[in-house]
Protein backbone atom coordinates (compact mmCIF):
# COMPACT_ATOMS: atom_id res chain seq x y z
CA UNK A 1 0.00 0.00 0.00
CA UNK A 2 0.89 3.64 -0.53
CA UNK A 3 0.50 6.34 1.70
CA UNK A 4 1.59 9.69 2.33
CA UNK A 5 3.19 11.68 5.07
CA UNK A 6 2.96 16.06 5.06
CA UNK A 7 5.94 17.52 6.75
CA UNK A 8 7.82 14.32 7.21
CA UNK A 9 10.84 15.66 8.42
CA UNK A 10 9.30 16.79 11.52
CA UNK A 11 9.95 15.19 15.03
CA UNK A 12 6.85 12.92 14.94
CA UNK A 13 6.27 12.98 11.27
CA UNK A 14 10.14 11.08 11.29
CA UNK A 15 9.09 8.35 13.62
CA UNK A 16 5.66 7.75 11.86
CA UNK A 17 7.70 7.47 8.01
CA UNK A 18 10.47 5.32 10.14
CA UNK A 19 7.35 2.71 11.28
CA UNK A 20 5.83 3.01 8.09
CA UNK A 21 8.42 1.50 6.11
CA UNK A 22 9.15 -1.13 8.95
CA UNK A 23 5.64 -1.91 8.12
CA UNK A 24 6.20 -2.25 4.21
CA UNK A 25 4.24 0.58 3.16
CA UNK A 26 5.60 2.75 -0.15
CA UNK A 27 5.25 6.40 1.70
CA UNK A 28 5.35 9.69 0.22
CA UNK A 29 6.67 12.03 1.82
CA UNK A 30 6.34 15.89 1.25
CA UNK A 31 9.08 18.03 2.99
CA UNK A 32 9.69 22.08 1.91
CA UNK A 33 13.23 21.55 1.23
CA UNK A 34 14.45 18.30 -0.70
CA UNK A 35 18.17 19.84 -0.83
CA UNK A 36 17.85 20.46 3.10
CA UNK A 37 20.81 17.15 4.14
CA UNK A 38 19.20 18.17 7.60
CA UNK A 39 15.43 17.73 6.84
CA UNK A 40 16.21 14.70 4.45
CA UNK A 41 19.22 12.91 5.29
CA UNK A 42 17.98 11.00 8.69
CA UNK A 43 14.49 10.22 6.33
CA UNK A 44 17.00 8.81 3.79
CA UNK A 45 19.02 6.45 5.91
CA UNK A 46 15.60 4.83 7.35
CA UNK A 47 15.83 0.71 6.77
CA UNK A 48 13.84 0.37 3.06
CA UNK A 49 14.10 3.75 2.49
CA UNK A 50 16.22 3.23 -0.69
CA UNK A 51 13.37 1.35 -2.02
CA UNK A 52 9.89 2.68 -0.90
CA UNK A 53 10.23 6.39 0.25
CA UNK A 54 10.17 9.28 -1.92
CA UNK A 55 10.22 12.90 -1.17
CA UNK A 56 8.34 15.37 -2.77
CA UNK A 57 8.44 19.45 -2.52
CA UNK A 58 5.61 20.88 -1.44
CA UNK A 59 4.57 23.90 0.82
CA UNK A 60 1.38 24.96 2.99
CA UNK A 61 0.70 27.81 1.50
CA UNK A 62 0.73 26.77 -1.93
CA UNK A 63 -2.44 26.12 -3.64
CA UNK A 64 -2.43 22.16 -5.22
CA UNK A 65 0.97 21.62 -3.79
CA UNK A 66 0.18 18.53 -2.19
CA UNK A 67 -1.66 17.12 -5.70
CA UNK A 68 1.31 15.27 -6.04
CA UNK A 69 1.97 13.57 -3.19
CA UNK A 70 -1.54 12.93 -2.13
CA UNK A 71 -1.73 11.20 -6.24
CA UNK A 72 -1.80 7.18 -5.71
CA UNK A 73 -2.35 7.40 -1.94
CA UNK A 74 -4.51 4.83 -0.12
CA UNK A 75 -4.02 6.91 3.29
CA UNK A 76 -2.83 10.65 4.41
CA UNK A 77 -0.96 11.82 7.05
CA UNK A 78 -1.43 15.45 7.28
CA UNK A 79 1.63 16.81 10.42
CA UNK A 80 2.56 19.00 8.59
CA UNK A 81 1.83 22.42 10.71
CA UNK A 82 4.04 25.05 12.09
CA UNK A 83 4.83 24.53 16.02
CA UNK A 84 6.45 27.54 17.62
CA UNK A 85 5.02 30.07 20.52
CA UNK A 86 6.73 32.85 19.88
CA UNK A 87 5.59 35.09 16.87
CA UNK A 88 5.14 38.64 15.85
CA UNK A 89 2.42 38.05 13.55
CA UNK A 90 0.74 34.41 14.40
CA UNK A 91 -1.27 34.88 10.88
CA UNK A 92 1.26 34.57 8.53
CA UNK A 93 3.29 32.50 10.94
CA UNK A 94 0.77 29.96 12.30
CA UNK A 95 -2.99 30.63 11.55
CA UNK A 96 -2.26 30.56 7.35
CA UNK A 97 -0.20 27.56 7.34
CA UNK A 98 -2.15 25.24 10.17
CA UNK A 99 -5.85 26.40 8.46
CA UNK A 100 -5.27 26.63 4.64
CA UNK A 101 -2.64 24.26 4.56
CA UNK A 102 -4.87 21.93 5.82
CA UNK A 103 -7.69 22.95 3.58
CA UNK A 104 -4.65 22.53 0.93
CA UNK A 105 -4.51 18.71 1.49
CA UNK A 106 -8.27 18.18 2.07
CA UNK A 107 -8.53 19.23 -1.51
CA UNK A 108 -6.20 17.01 -3.09
CA UNK A 109 -7.15 14.47 -0.77
CA UNK A 110 -11.06 15.19 -2.08
CA UNK A 111 -9.80 15.11 -5.91
CA UNK A 112 -7.63 11.41 -5.51
CA UNK A 113 -10.46 8.85 -5.54
CA UNK A 114 -7.80 6.40 -4.01
CA UNK A 115 -7.30 7.66 -0.53
CA UNK A 116 -9.73 5.54 1.88
CA UNK A 117 -8.90 7.81 5.13
CA UNK A 118 -7.12 11.18 6.32
CA UNK A 119 -5.39 10.95 9.48
CA UNK A 120 -4.77 14.45 10.64
CA UNK A 121 -2.60 15.43 13.51
CA UNK A 122 -4.12 17.81 15.79
CA UNK A 123 -3.48 18.48 19.14
CA UNK A 124 -4.57 18.47 22.86
CA UNK A 125 -4.04 22.58 22.79
CA UNK A 126 -7.67 21.94 20.18
CA UNK A 127 -9.43 20.63 22.96
CA UNK A 128 -8.89 22.07 26.53
CA UNK A 129 -7.73 25.45 25.72
CA UNK A 130 -11.43 26.92 26.31
CA UNK A 131 -11.53 28.62 30.04
CA UNK A 132 -13.26 25.79 31.70
CA UNK A 133 -12.18 25.23 35.47
CA UNK A 134 -9.68 22.02 34.82
CA UNK A 135 -9.32 20.65 38.19
CA UNK A 136 -8.27 17.10 39.14
CA UNK A 137 -11.47 15.95 38.91
CA UNK A 138 -12.37 17.12 35.92
CA UNK A 139 -11.91 14.47 32.91
CA UNK A 140 -10.78 16.74 29.53
CA UNK A 141 -11.82 14.11 26.75
CA UNK A 142 -12.25 13.92 23.30
CA UNK A 143 -15.84 15.45 23.27
CA UNK A 144 -13.90 19.09 24.82
CA UNK A 145 -13.20 22.03 21.85
CA UNK A 146 -10.79 25.31 22.50
CA UNK A 147 -12.54 28.14 22.16
CA UNK A 148 -10.93 30.46 19.40
CA UNK A 149 -12.09 33.35 21.30
CA UNK A 150 -10.76 32.10 24.26
CA UNK A 151 -7.48 31.29 22.70
CA UNK A 152 -7.39 35.23 21.28
CA UNK A 153 -8.11 36.79 24.29
CA UNK A 154 -5.06 34.84 25.68
CA UNK A 155 -2.94 35.02 23.08
CA UNK A 156 -2.19 31.43 22.54
CA UNK A 157 -1.88 31.74 18.57
CA UNK A 158 -0.52 28.45 18.48
CA UNK A 159 -3.62 26.54 20.22
CA UNK A 160 -5.77 28.91 17.55
CA UNK A 161 -4.04 27.67 14.93
CA UNK A 162 -4.41 23.65 15.65
CA UNK A 163 -8.26 24.94 16.71
CA UNK A 164 -9.23 26.78 13.38
CA UNK A 165 -7.64 24.19 11.60
CA UNK A 166 -8.94 21.09 13.09
CA UNK A 167 -12.38 22.74 13.11
CA UNK A 168 -12.33 23.85 9.53
CA UNK A 169 -10.58 19.80 8.56
CA UNK A 170 -14.11 18.27 10.07
CA UNK A 171 -16.54 21.06 7.85
CA UNK A 172 -14.75 19.91 5.24
CA UNK A 173 -14.79 16.25 4.98
CA UNK A 174 -18.40 16.20 5.97
CA UNK A 175 -18.61 18.26 3.08
CA UNK A 176 -17.23 16.22 0.58
CA UNK A 177 -17.58 13.13 2.84
CA UNK A 178 -14.09 12.40 3.23
CA UNK A 179 -13.31 9.10 5.71
CA UNK A 180 -11.17 11.29 8.29
CA UNK A 181 -9.53 10.20 12.05
CA UNK A 182 -7.96 12.97 13.87
CA UNK A 183 -5.15 12.44 16.54
CA UNK A 184 -5.13 14.93 19.67
CA UNK A 185 -1.50 14.51 21.09
CA UNK A 186 -0.33 16.13 24.45
CA UNK A 187 3.25 17.25 24.48
CA UNK A 188 5.40 15.06 22.81
CA UNK A 189 8.98 13.89 24.21
CA UNK A 190 10.77 11.02 23.01
CA UNK A 191 14.25 10.33 21.21
CA UNK A 192 14.49 12.74 17.93
CA UNK A 193 15.20 10.85 14.84
CA UNK A 194 16.04 14.49 13.26
CA UNK A 195 19.24 16.77 14.22
CA UNK A 196 17.04 19.48 15.47
CA UNK A 197 15.40 20.25 18.64
CA UNK A 198 11.58 21.03 18.22
CA UNK A 199 9.01 22.49 20.43
CA UNK A 200 8.08 20.46 22.45
CA UNK A 201 11.32 18.82 22.94
CA UNK A 202 12.58 22.12 23.74
CA UNK A 203 9.52 23.11 26.37
CA UNK A 204 11.05 20.38 28.45
CA UNK A 205 14.46 21.60 28.30
CA UNK A 206 13.19 24.78 29.55
CA UNK A 207 11.63 23.18 32.50
CA UNK A 208 15.18 23.20 33.95
CA UNK A 209 14.76 26.52 34.00
CA UNK A 210 14.97 28.50 37.85
CA UNK A 211 11.69 29.54 37.19
CA UNK A 212 9.37 26.94 35.15
CA UNK A 213 5.58 27.64 34.82
CA UNK A 214 3.65 26.65 37.89
CA UNK A 215 1.28 24.43 35.54
CA UNK A 216 0.88 21.32 34.87
CA UNK A 217 1.31 19.25 31.17
CA UNK A 218 0.27 16.16 29.72
CA UNK A 219 2.87 14.33 28.07
CA UNK A 220 2.94 11.39 25.36
CA UNK A 221 5.92 9.37 24.45
CA UNK A 222 6.54 9.87 20.07
CA UNK A 223 6.77 6.73 19.39
CA UNK A 224 3.19 6.01 20.92
CA UNK A 225 2.21 9.28 18.81
CA UNK A 226 3.71 7.71 15.68
CA UNK A 227 1.87 4.08 16.33
CA UNK A 228 -1.50 6.21 17.14
CA UNK A 229 -1.34 7.11 13.73
CA UNK A 230 -0.67 4.19 11.60
CA UNK A 231 -3.78 2.28 14.36
CA UNK A 232 -5.97 5.33 13.12
CA UNK A 233 -5.49 4.75 9.57
CA UNK A 234 -5.38 0.29 9.71
CA UNK A 235 -8.21 -0.20 12.20
CA UNK A 236 -11.47 0.36 9.74
CA UNK A 237 -13.63 0.98 13.23
CA UNK A 238 -11.33 3.96 14.09
CA UNK A 239 -13.11 7.28 13.90
CA UNK A 240 -13.79 10.43 15.32
CA UNK A 241 -11.08 12.29 17.75
CA UNK A 242 -8.25 10.26 19.90
CA UNK A 243 -6.62 12.35 22.94
CA UNK A 244 -3.28 10.88 23.81
CA UNK A 245 -1.71 11.63 26.90
CA UNK A 246 -0.06 9.51 28.66
CA UNK A 247 0.96 10.69 31.93
CA UNK A 248 -0.12 14.11 33.79
CA UNK A 249 2.46 15.81 35.58
CA UNK A 250 2.97 19.32 37.33
CA UNK A 251 6.24 20.93 35.87
CA UNK A 252 7.81 19.98 39.86
CA UNK A 253 7.30 16.65 39.53
CA UNK A 254 8.77 16.52 35.63
CA UNK A 255 11.99 18.28 37.33
CA UNK A 256 12.35 16.19 39.25
CA UNK A 257 12.03 13.12 37.49
CA UNK A 258 14.58 15.18 35.13
CA UNK A 259 17.14 15.76 37.87
CA UNK A 260 16.96 12.13 38.67
CA UNK A 261 17.73 10.67 35.63
CA UNK A 262 20.42 13.65 34.17
CA UNK A 263 21.60 15.07 37.63
CA UNK A 264 24.63 16.59 35.54
CA UNK A 265 22.14 17.99 32.58
CA UNK A 266 22.45 21.54 32.36
CA UNK A 267 19.93 23.69 30.56
CA UNK A 268 21.68 25.39 27.53
CA UNK A 269 22.72 28.89 27.24
CA UNK A 270 19.93 29.58 24.40
CA UNK A 271 17.24 28.45 26.60
CA UNK A 272 17.81 30.75 29.63
CA UNK A 273 14.95 32.91 28.20
CA UNK A 274 12.85 30.17 27.65
CA UNK A 275 11.08 29.20 24.53
CA UNK A 276 7.66 30.69 25.51
CA UNK A 277 9.52 34.04 26.32
CA UNK A 278 8.58 34.20 30.21
CA UNK A 279 4.66 34.55 29.47
CA UNK A 280 3.51 30.74 31.52
CA UNK A 281 1.96 28.13 29.37
CA UNK A 282 -0.99 27.37 30.74
CA UNK A 283 -0.95 23.76 31.57
CA UNK A 284 -4.30 21.66 32.69
CA UNK A 285 -5.06 18.84 33.74
CA UNK A 286 -5.86 15.98 31.57
CA UNK A 287 -7.61 12.84 31.73
CA UNK A 288 -8.05 11.00 29.04
CA UNK A 289 -11.50 10.23 28.73
CA UNK A 290 -13.12 6.85 28.80
CA UNK A 291 -13.93 5.89 24.55
CA UNK A 292 -10.40 7.84 23.71
CA UNK A 293 -8.71 4.55 22.85
CA UNK A 294 -7.37 2.88 20.26
CA UNK A 295 -7.72 -0.58 20.20
CA UNK A 296 -4.79 -2.84 18.21
P1 LIG B 1 8.07 19.80 13.93
O1 LIG B 1 8.30 21.25 14.05
O2 LIG B 1 9.18 18.87 14.16
O3 LIG B 1 7.40 19.47 12.51
C1 LIG B 1 6.54 20.35 11.89
C2 LIG B 1 6.55 20.02 10.41
O4 LIG B 1 5.66 20.90 9.71
C3 LIG B 1 7.93 20.19 9.78
O5 LIG B 1 8.18 19.13 8.90
C4 LIG B 1 7.79 21.50 9.02
O6 LIG B 1 8.62 21.59 7.87
C5 LIG B 1 6.35 21.41 8.58
N1 LIG B 1 5.88 22.73 8.17
C6 LIG B 1 5.75 23.83 8.92
N2 LIG B 1 5.34 24.87 8.15
C7 LIG B 1 5.23 24.39 6.88
C8 LIG B 1 4.87 24.94 5.62
N3 LIG B 1 4.53 26.22 5.49
N4 LIG B 1 4.86 24.13 4.54
C9 LIG B 1 5.21 22.82 4.64
N5 LIG B 1 5.57 22.24 5.80
C10 LIG B 1 5.58 23.01 6.89
O7 LIG B 1 6.86 19.51 14.92
P2 LIG B 1 6.25 18.19 15.57
O8 LIG B 1 6.71 16.96 14.93
O9 LIG B 1 6.39 18.35 17.01
O10 LIG B 1 4.70 18.43 15.19
C11 LIG B 1 4.10 17.73 14.11
C12 LIG B 1 2.61 17.91 14.22
O11 LIG B 1 2.16 17.45 15.48
C13 LIG B 1 2.14 19.37 14.09
O12 LIG B 1 0.91 19.35 13.42
C14 LIG B 1 1.94 19.76 15.56
O13 LIG B 1 1.00 20.80 15.68
C15 LIG B 1 1.41 18.46 16.13
N6 LIG B 1 1.57 18.29 17.56
C16 LIG B 1 2.81 18.30 18.13
C17 LIG B 1 2.95 18.09 19.49
C18 LIG B 1 4.28 18.04 20.17
O14 LIG B 1 4.31 18.12 21.40
N7 LIG B 1 5.37 17.91 19.43
C19 LIG B 1 1.77 17.91 20.36
C20 LIG B 1 0.51 17.89 19.64
C21 LIG B 1 0.44 18.08 18.30
P3 LIG B 1 10.14 22.12 8.02
O15 LIG B 1 10.88 20.95 8.63
O16 LIG B 1 10.53 22.42 6.63
O17 LIG B 1 10.10 23.31 8.91
Not at 83 to 96: G, H, K, S, Y
Not at 235 to 263: D, F, M, W
Request: some cysteine; hydrophobic content about 40%; charged content about 20%.
Amino acid sequence: KTVCVTGASGYIASWLVKFLLHRGYTVKASVRDTNDPKKTQHLLELDGANERLHLIKADLLEEGSFDAVVDGCDGVFHTASPFFLETTDPQADLIDPALKGTLNVLQSCAKTPSVKRVVLTSSMVAVFANGKPQTPQVVVDETWWSHPEFCTQTQQWYFLSKTLAEDAAWKFVREKCIDLVVINPGLVIGPLLQPTLNTSSAILLTLLNETYPNATFGWVNVKDVANAHILAFENPSANGRYCLVESVAHNSETVKILRQLYPALQLPEKFIHGMTGGRPVRGPIIAIGSTGRITG
